[in-house]
């Protein structure tokens, strides 16, 4: 940032909150995986396909005006969306865009309950169907 | 005052017994007897766990006080108060046995052999711990460390103290079998229920440590260590910046490309790997999770090996 004579602005204490916020999401949507992982290995494979969809479905290298007006506040239903546009406009003194910033914070809370939730229901099982069998498949094998 | 001396002599010596348990547990149990069960288990393609050793039943003996677990002439009282009137009485009213190697099959004794090698005879025995083995499995589940009512008020009324008992019956609220019949069940939480933020602050310092473990392995053995934090969205940044930026004129908002992406790709980075590695937790965390905290059903899954209900994934089998 340096660089372009771009210093963060006074506004970027607010990336705090978003920081957290992300952080919020990312353990919600990691426990449901991290569930789903341990029921089905299938969720290992996929994952970075999805990760990599969802980074384009996020205005992370390109901006979000670059989506139509009308579609905008779909985008924002990503968490994400609202989330990164947030941060960058914070740390460089930019207007927020409320709007966007509320559906996708909404979108996140609701999506970190929803995997807490899943994370719980599958907890149960854990030791017996998901992780019993392959914990021992890595260890000796009796000849 | 001879009386009160060999009170306080009692007491120390509970006290040193004590002690001793807490050593135990720490050492030896941890450092052989487990790593012998599992071995043997796995041996015999038998999936073995430890109840006992649920968190919630080892903090509460913990903090049992000494006279209650070292009480009397007779070894174990609250094991046996716990499941005596569970088990037949042939496996907890027997001698103690240590952890002997098995002479007596391979070599019979001398009477046996002037009668002559006999096959049958010899495996009458095996036969026996077959059957004993089979009423074991008949019984009411072993994994409900229950309490007999009467036991457990025996035990309230003969240490003059309830309050580490009654702790047992009030946590058995579960299906409101009341106080009468005071069964402690080890079970995994309720989906109902939303995450206890009480348990993880109460073990805030597992957390630590935990966290520590991953920060610490995370960047070890690299030259440039946490930098790679900072560095890995710096290299998608030129990345996009040449492909994105320049190639393809992808606009954004008036402000410098690569300063635009790097911003992007800082949190996009961190959520991207903070759902990926919790991901791969649980399953790569398999050997913390299975052995302490087990669901209700886990006695099922003592099954035969291989296991036939699940494939195995071709990276777990690779590091068999």
Excluded at chain 1, 126 to 137: K, M, P
Excluded at chain 2, 209 to 234: E, M, N, S
Aim: with cysteine.
């Amino acid at each position: 940032m340096a660089w372009y004579g771009l210093a963060p602005a006074a506004t970027a204490f607010f990336v705090i909150p978003l920081v957290v916020v992300t952080a919020c999401t990312a353990a919600g949507v990691g426990m449901w995986l991290g569930a789903l992982n341990a029921r089905y290995r299938d969720v290992q494979y996929a994952l970075p396909f999805l990760m990599q969809l969802w980074m384009f479905a996020t205005p992370v290298v390109y901006p979000a005006s670059l989506v139509p007006e009308r579609w905008r506040p779909l985008l924002a239903l990503n968490p994400l969306a609202g989330l990164i546009e947030g941060f960058r406009a914070a740390m460089l003194g930019r207007p927020l865009d409320w709007m966007s910033l509320g559906i996708s914070a909404s979108s996140a809370a609701a999506l970190t309950l929803l995997g807490v939730w899943q994370f719980r229901r599958m907890e149960r099982a854990f030791a017996d169907t998901g992780l019993g069998d392959g914990e021992r498949i890595g260890h000796a094998r009796p000849p | 005052m001879v009386h009160r001396l060999r009170r306080t002599a009692r007491r120390r010596a509970r006290a040193a017994g004590h002690a001793l348990g807490l050593e135990e547990f720490r050492h030896y149990l941890q450092d052989q007897l487990l790593k012998d069960t599992d071995v043997m288990s796995m041996a015999h393609s038998v999936e073995v766990r430890v109840p006992f050793l649920d968190h919630r039943l080892v903090e509460y003996a913990v903090g049992l006080p000494a006279r209650i677990k070292l009480a009397g002439a007779t070894p174990k009282p609250l094991l046996l108060a716990a499941l005596g009137d569970v088990l037949p009485s042939e496996t907890w009213d027997r001698p103690k046995m240590g952890f002997t190697l098995p002479f007596a099959p391979v070599a019979p004794p001398a009477g046996a052999r002037a009668a002559g090698p006999e096959p049958r005879g010899r495996m009458s025995g095996a036969q026996g711990g077959g059957a004993r083995l089979g009423r074991l499995r008949g019984g009411p589940a072993p994994l409900v460390a229950g309490m007999g009512a009467r036991r457990a008020r025996a035990l309230r009324r003969g240490t003059g103290q309830g309050g580490g008992v009654s702790r047992t019956v009030s946590s058995a609220a579960d299906g409101g079998r009341g106080t009468a019949d005071p069964w402690m069940v080890i079970d995994a939480a309720h989906a109902t229920k939303a995450i206890d933020l009480a348990e993880l602050w109460h073990y805030r310092d597992l957390l630590y440590f935990l966290t520590r473990r991953d920060v610490a392995v995370r960047y070890k053995q690299t030259v440039l260590g946490f930098l790679w934090a900072i560095i890995q969205p710096l290299m998608s940044m030129v990345v996009f910046t040449v492909f994105l930026g320049t190639l393809a004129g992808v606009p954004s908002d008036g402000i410098p490309y690569p300063v635009f992406s790097y911003l992007g790709l800082l949190l996009w980075t961190y959520f991207a790997a903070a759902v990926t590695r919790s991901g791969a937790s649980l399953v790569g965390n398999a050997h913390l999770l299975t052995r302490v905290y087990f669901p209700a059903c886990s006695c099922r899954s003592a099954r035969p090996w291989p296991p036939s209900s699940t494939s195995p994934s071709p990276s777990s089998c690779s590091a068999a």
